[in-house]
């Protein structure tokens, strides 16, 4: 099929579909360029080296460019795929612009929310552990995580051993009309993630005009400069950051405003132009503009 096309370059997202793209570029002599979404490093860890990791290197290896969601990424395709800098061009993702709404609170209690896979990755155990500090200092708090994912029996055990269950939620799978619902109603949206490419659940989180606070090992981190950072080890500042943002108005409104600030950067029209940048800053099709 490829071969009866007329093409300039073959661009590929993650491993899926690295395979099919350096036949292609074998077959025809194409450029090949590898969108990176997510990585085997992030989901597993850095001792994670089975065949998918083996996989990605290939394709990272054998392709002209490299565009990573994240600097973050990028250096994570540098240290553990030891691919040169000079093959990577990071290109931040983008964002459909929604309507926020707000909707009337489920709880009498402030909510703090989390939005995405209950996997290591996602650093969800952080989570429960900042809710334990957090309720420490004030009760009138409910955390609600949203996702599905094998850690979740291990973080109802770890509510209940911790004593918080009484204030802490898991919801399964929720569509995305019902996350929305949860983020028009939530107070502070934190993100604990371990390793993450880039982050859209913050970027819809500061879309909905929510405080975000959220892991400095983030792609997101690089462009939400208004966003309360930590490392994601480190629960005691993000519980302070949470618990600030639960008793001072004037914090939450410093800190929406500047994170909405950053929007007009986070759109799938600036990814765009940053590809076809990449492309005729390695000359692989015709100069476009």
Same mark, same amino acid.
């Given at each position: 099929?490829?071969?009866?096309?007329?093409?300039?370059?073959?661009?590929?997202?993650?491993?899926?579909?690295?395979?099919?793209?350096?036949?292609?570029?074998?077959?025809?002599?194409?450029?090949?360029?590898?969108?990176?979404?997510?990585?085997?490093?992030?989901?597993?860890?850095?001792?994670?080296?089975?065949?998918?990791?083996?996989?990605?290197?290939?394709?990272?290896?054998?392709?002209?460019?490299?565009?990573?969601?994240?600097?973050?990424?990028?250096?994570?395709?540098?240290?553990?795929?030891?691919?040169?800098?000079?093959?990577?061009?990071?290109?931040?993702?983008?964002?459909?612009?929604?309507?926020?709404?707000?909707?009337?609170?489920?709880?009498?209690?402030?909510?703090?929310?989390?939005?995405?896979?209950?996997?290591?990755?996602?650093?969800?155990?952080?989570?429960?552990?900042?809710?334990?500090?957090?309720?420490?200092?004030?009760?009138?708090?409910?955390?609600? %995580?949203?996702?599905?994912? +094998?850690? =979740?029996?291990?973080?109802?055990?770890? $509510?209940? *051993?911790? &004593? @918080?269950?009484?204030?802490?939620?898991?919801?399964?799978?929720?569509?995305?009309?019902?996350?929305?619902?949860?983020?028009?109603?939530?107070?502070?949206?934190? %993100?604990?993630?371990?390793? +993450?490419? =880039?982050?859209?659940?913050?970027?819809? $989180?500061? *879309?909905? &005009? @929510?405080?975000?606070?959220?892991?400095?090992?983030?792609?997101?981190?690089?462009?939400?400069?208004?966003?309360?950072?930590?490392?994601?080890?480190?629960?005691?500042?993000?519980?302070?950051?949470?618990?600030?943002?639960?008793?001072?108005?004037?914090?939450?409104?410093?800190?929406?405003?500047?994170?909405?600030?950053?929007?007009?950067?986070?759109?799938?029209?600036?990814?765009?132009?940053?590809?076809?940048?990449?492309?005729?800053?390695?000359?692989?099709?015709?100069?476009?503009?």
């Amino acid at each position: 099929m490829a071969l009866s096309l007329d093409f300039d370059v073959i661009h590929a997202h993650d491993w899926m579909t690295m395979i099919a793209g350096m036949e292609i570029k074998a077959k025809t002599g194409k450029p090949l360029v590898v969108h990176v979404h997510s990585l085997e490093v992030d989901r597993g860890g850095p001792q994670s080296k089975g065949w998918v990791y083996q996989v990605e290197k290939h394709g990272m290896e054998y392709a002209d460019l490299l565009m990573p969601v994240s600097n973050f990424t990028g250096h994570i395709i540098h240290d553990y795929y030891q691919i040169p800098w000079s093959k990577i061009k990071p290109v931040h993702n983008g964002i459909r612009p929604v309507e926020p709404f707000k909707s009337e609170p489920m709880f009498k209690e402030k909510m703090v929310l989390f939005v995405g896979r209950l996997t290591r990755q996602k650093g969800p155990e952080f989570f429960v552990d900042i809710a334990e500090r957090v309720l420490q200092k004030d009760q009138n708090v409910r955390f609600v %995580m949203a996702g599905t994912g +094998e850690y =979740f029996n291990p973080l109802l055990e770890r $509510a209940a *051993q911790r &004593g @918080i269950a009484h204030r802490f939620h898991l919801t399964g799978f929720l569509n995305l009309d019902k996350v929305r619902k949860l983020l028009s109603i939530a107070d502070v949206y934190i %993100m604990p993630s371990v390793s +993450e490419p =880039f982050g859209l659940s913050a970027v819809e $989180a500061v *879309q909905f &005009g @929510i405080p975000a606070v959220i892991s400095k090992q983030s792609g997101v981190a690089e462009v939400l400069n208004g966003a309360l950072k930590f490392d994601y080890w480190d629960i005691n500042l993000a519980a302070s950051y949470i618990l600030n943002l639960l008793h001072d108005p004037v914090l939450v409104e410093n800190v929406t405003q500047d994170a909405y600030k950053d929007l007009e950067n986070i759109s799938w029209d600036h990814a765009a132009r940053k590809v076809i940048e990449g492309y005729n800053a390695f000359h692989l099709i015709p100069e476009m503009v």
